[in-house]
C-alpha cells in the first residue's frame, strides 16, 4: 500500500511557479485533495479555515504570519464578501508571503458578495486522480479499475475497499448536502435533491430533458433547473452540452450530467466508463485552461436522426477529438462515418475496455485500449 502523503499533484509545479505573482484559488470537489496539496507547496505555511472559530476570529484580526512562505485560506468563499476582502488584503500587503486559498464550491462563480478580483489571481481545478496523475505509481489498468469500483477520490481510491467506499460516500455526500449547500442556499428540500442524485445516476450518457426530470421528481422544471446548478456549483456534477457551431443554440439543447465520482454511476458498465472517460477528459482540458491559458470546452455531437458520438473536445475554438466509449465493442461506431467528415484532420477515437487487439483505419479512425490511452492522455499536443 502505497499512500499520497508525499505524491506530487500534477498541478503543483504551475501552482508554485505562480505564488510569486497571485493569489492562488484551488477549487474542485470536497475531498479531493486541495488542502494536501497546498500544505504540501511547502513546510513554511500558516494554515487557516473558515469552518474553526477560532480561525474565523483570526482571519477577521488578519493576524496570521507574515514570516512563513505561505498562507492558506481554506473554505474562505463561506466568508461574507469574501472577494472583497481578500481584494483589500491584496491590496494592501501585496506578496510576499504567498496566498493559497481553496473551497469546494466553485470559486469562479459571480456571486453578489464582494468586487471583482480580476487581475488579482490564477484559478486551478483540481479533480480526483485519474490513470495519467496515478501513471507512476499504478499500471493504468489497475487505475482504472479501482476508480471504476472505490472512485478517483483519495480517501476511498487508497482505502481499495468497496465497504470502506460506501461508507466514504455517505459521509460525502450527506456533508455536501446538509452542510455545503446550507452554507451556500437555503435550501429546504434536501429529500428532492437527494432523489434528484439518485436518478442522474442511472442515466448518465443519457440527454436529460428538465421536463422529463420535472415530471419524475414532481417538481417545477425552473426548480429542478436550478437544483442542478446547485450540484454543478458544489461539484457532485458537471454537464456535457452538444456541440453546435452556434454556441449559442448548444446551451439550449438537451445536456447530459455525468458525476465527479465514476463509482456513483449505477447505469452499468459502458456508463461508468464513459463517466470515467468524461471525468479525465475535462480533467485533462481545465489543466489546458489553468496552466495554458487557451479556452476550452467538452462537448457531445448527436445529429437529427439520433446518431451519436460521446464526447467532441473543444480547445481554443476548435474541435480537435472527437472520441467515443465502449466497454467490449472491437467494430467502429457508426458515428465517425456520420461526423468524421465534418471534422477533417481532427483525431478520432474509440475507446474500449476490454479489447485483444488495437487498430486504425485508412481514413482515420483508431480504436485504443481505453485505460493506457487516458494514462497518456495530453489533448494539448495537436
Not at 493559497?100 to 468586487?115: E, F, H, Q, Y
Request: hydrophobic share 35%; with cysteine.
Amino acid at each position: 500500500m502505497w499512500h499520497n502523503s508525499r505524491m506530487e499533484r500534477g498541478l503543483t509545479k504551475s501552482i508554485k511557479s505562480d505564488l510569486d505573482r497571485k493569489i492562488v484559488l484551488i477549487t474542485g470537489p470536497r475531498q479531493c485533495g486541495k488542502t494536501t496539496l497546498a500544505k504540501m507547496i511547502t513546510d513554511s505555511y500558516d494554515y487557516f479555515n473558515w469552518d474553526y472559530s477560532e480561525h474565523r476570529v483570526d482571519l477577521q484580526k488578519r493576524t496570521w504570519d507574515r514570516s512563513k512562505d505561505l498562507i492558506i485560506f481554506d473554505e474562505l468563499h463561506k466568508k461574507k464578501n469574501w472577494k472583497s476582502w481578500l481584494k483589500g488584503m491584496y491590496d494592501v500587503e501585496g506578496i510576499p508571503p504567498g496566498y493559497i486559498v481553496t473551497g469546494s464550491a466553485r470559486l469562479d462563480i459571480n456571486r453578489k458578495a464582494g468586487d471583482s478580483m480580476a487581475g488579482r489571481y490564477f484559478l486551478y481545478n483540481l479533480h480526483p486522480f485519474d490513470m495519467k496523475e496515478l501513471s507512476d505509481t499504478v499500471s493504468p489498468e489497475e487505475a482504472l479499475d479501482r476508480i471504476l469500483r472505490v472512485s478517483g477520490f483519495p480517501e476511498p481510491f487508497l482505502a481499495d475497499s468497496e465497504e470502506y467506499y460506501r461508507r466514504w460516500k455517505k459521509t460525502h455526500t450527506d456533508t455536501i448536502l446538509r452542510q455545503d449547500m446550507l452554507d451556500l442556499e437555503s435550501i429546504r428540500d434536501i429529500g428532492g435533491i437527494e432523489t434528484m442524485i439518485e436518478l442522474l445516476r442511472r442515466r448518465v450518457g443519457s440527454p436529460v430533458s428538465y421536463a422529463s426530470l420535472a415530471r419524475d421528481l414532481e417538481r417545477d422544471p425552473k426548480t429542478v433547473k436550478k437544483w442542478l446548478g446547485y450540484l454543478e456549483n458544489l461539484y457532485i456534477i458537471f454537464p456535457v452540452r452538444p456541440f453546435h457551431r452556434n454556441l449559442g443554440r448548444s446551451i439550449l439543447k438537451e445536456p447530459k450530467y455525468y458525476f465527479y465520482d465514476t463509482a456513483q454511476v449505477s447505469s452499468g458498465d459502458g456508463a461508468k466508463l464513459e463517466n470515467c472517460t468524461a471525468c479525465v477528459l475535462l480533467k485533462e482540458l481545465h489543466r489546458i485552461r489553468d496552466c495554458l491559458g487557451y479556452d476550452t470546452s467538452l462537448h457531445y455531437l448527436r445529429s437529427k436522426d439520433g446518431k451519436e458520438l460521446d464526447f467532441a473536445v473543444n480547445i481554443d475554438g476548435q474541435i480537435r477529438h472527437l472520441i467515443e466509449v465502449k466497454w467490449g465493442q472491437s467494430s467502429l461506431s457508426a458515428g465517425f462515418r456520420t461526423f468524421g467528415p465534418h471534422f477533417p484532420g481532427v483525431k478520432q477515437i474509440q475507446l474500449v475496455r476490454d479489447i485483444e487487439k488495437e487498430k486504425s483505419f485508412p481514413e482515420g479512425p483508431e480504436i485504443r485500449k481505453a485505460a493506457p490511452w487516458l494514462a497518456r492522455i495530453d489533448l494539448s499536443s495537436s
